[in-house]
């Protein structure tokens, strides 16, 4: 790996495994990226994703030096899983670029069609949301954010539900949601973002 770019840890959605970021972690390596991923435990929305941002807090405490600075990038139901590791687990203070993609942000309809506890927390204006959304911007402030989604999302209901009033935003048309991580437009979107001089 090049000594001047970060680490990149990418984490999955709701009932993925790491076999999602299966296209762009071979993308990115051999593009000379080091990629860390690693399947949340469980992945099925049951636990609230305070949880599973404790797994993300874990990992790279375990795997990562303090001092190391990596990007981050979440996917769907991982972005907001990141974002709790960012703003309420000091993550922040490791991260250098953050990338979100497709994630509900603001909530998902979807997010009524199961009792679950993570699936709960997803739903437009559930206390969960409502508390990210409250700081955001200022617990966020430091780092490099790129939102990125797509407008035919069909998980993410509506579509724009992705966006967040910070960083840079990036659409890109891909017909489903589950390319979105897959589609070659965005695997050049992301390695574009990740060869971004850092934040002076």
């Known amino acids: 790996m090049p000594s001047d770019r970060n680490p990149v840890l990418l984490i999955h959605g709701i009932y993925d495994t790491v076999a999602k970021f299966t296209a762009l972690t071979a993308y990115l390596e051999q593009a000379g990226w080091s990629v860390h991923c690693f399947n949340l435990t469980p992945n099925d929305g049951t636990a609230s994703l305070a ?4 797994q993300v807090a874990d990992y790279v405490q375990k795997n990562f030096a303090p001092d190391q ?9 991982g972005g907001i899983v990141t974002r709790y590791y960012l703003q309420r687990l000091g993550g922040h203070t490791q991260v250098q670029r953050y990338i979100s993609i497709s994630a509900p942000n603001n909530g998902t309809w979807l997010g009524f069609g199961l ?8 739903r437009p204006g559930s ?6 959304n409250r700081d955001y911007a200022v617990t ?3 780092l490099q954010i790129t939102i990125l989604w797509t407008p035919y999302d069909l998980m993410i209901l509506p579509p724009i539900s992705s966006r967040l009033a910070i960083g840079k ?7 489903l949601h589950a390319w979105m991580v897959s589609d070659r437009r965005t695997l050049e979107t992301v390695k574009a973002l990740l060869l971004e001089p850092p934040n002076s």
């Open 51 to 54: 949880i599973l941002a404790e």
């Open 69 to 77: 600075k990596i990007d981050l990038l979440g996917f769907s139901m």
């Open 115 to 122: 009792p679950r506890t993570g699936v709960l927390q997803m």
């Open 127 to 132: 206390a969960f949301l409502e508390d990210l």
């Open 140 to 142: 966020l402030a430091n």
């Open 169 to 175: 935003e990036i659409v890109i048309p891909v017909p």
